[in-house]
């Protein structure tokens, strides 16, 4: 197994020293560890949209993490089901299994953990341009969550174009606004 490592630029590299997970408890303490206490107003506010920038980040990344996941699981049942070491029930169970897994890691329920695979699957395939403003932080993962689910009637390719149509307005538009504009695309 690879380890996944990330370097100050946000780049994974496998040879980098530090690894992602590390990585991320570490700025995990950081910000558990940080004040406010004397900041300006001007400070204060830039502290609440940077982190706002940040969730949104996050968000991205859970989002590939969960993707891959699960990708990564579903293609080990897969192959022994293709040697025949599982049956179709266990590997029904064992993909279950892997949203349970998702689920206990998100701190959610099982349901929501499903709906959340769903997204990220949706976002990392089907939506490139949501999912680079969302990486970017230019957009929560509610408003990512919008377009993936007024799009989720939409053919693949036509999800690809929507995607493409609503980049413009993913952060100019409030989340009704943005729902609608979805239903006209």
């Known amino acids: 197994m690879t380890e996944t490592t990330v370097r100050g ?43 706002e920038s940040t969730k949104g980040a996050a968000s991205a990344l859970q989002a590939r993490a969960t993707e891959r996941f699960v990708e990564q699981r579903d293609g080990l049942v897969s192959a022994a089901v293709a040697r025949e070491e599982l049956s179709d029930r266990q590997a029904s169970l064992q993909r279950r299994a892997a949203r349970s897994e998702v689920a206990l890691a998100r701190r959610v329920s099982p349901g929501q953990a499903d709906r959340h695979v769903g997204v990220a699957r949706a976002l990392v395939h089907e939506l490139p341009c949501t999912m680079a403003a969302l990486t970017a932080g230019q957009i929560s993962e509610w408003r990512a969550t919008i377009v993936v689910r007024e799009t989720a009637c939409l053919a693949a390719a036509d999800r690809l174009e929507a995607d493409r149509r609503l980049s413009g307005c993913l952060t100019t538009l409030g989340d009704q606004g943005l729902s609608r504009a979805a239903h006209r695309v």
């Open 9 to 51: 630029s946000g780049e994974c590299d496998a040879s980098s020293e530090a690894r992602l997970p590390d990585a991320l408890a570490a700025s995990l303490a950081a910000l558990g560890a940080a004040s406010v206490d004397g900041l300006g107003e001007a400070e204060l506010l830039e502290v609440v949209a940077l982190l």
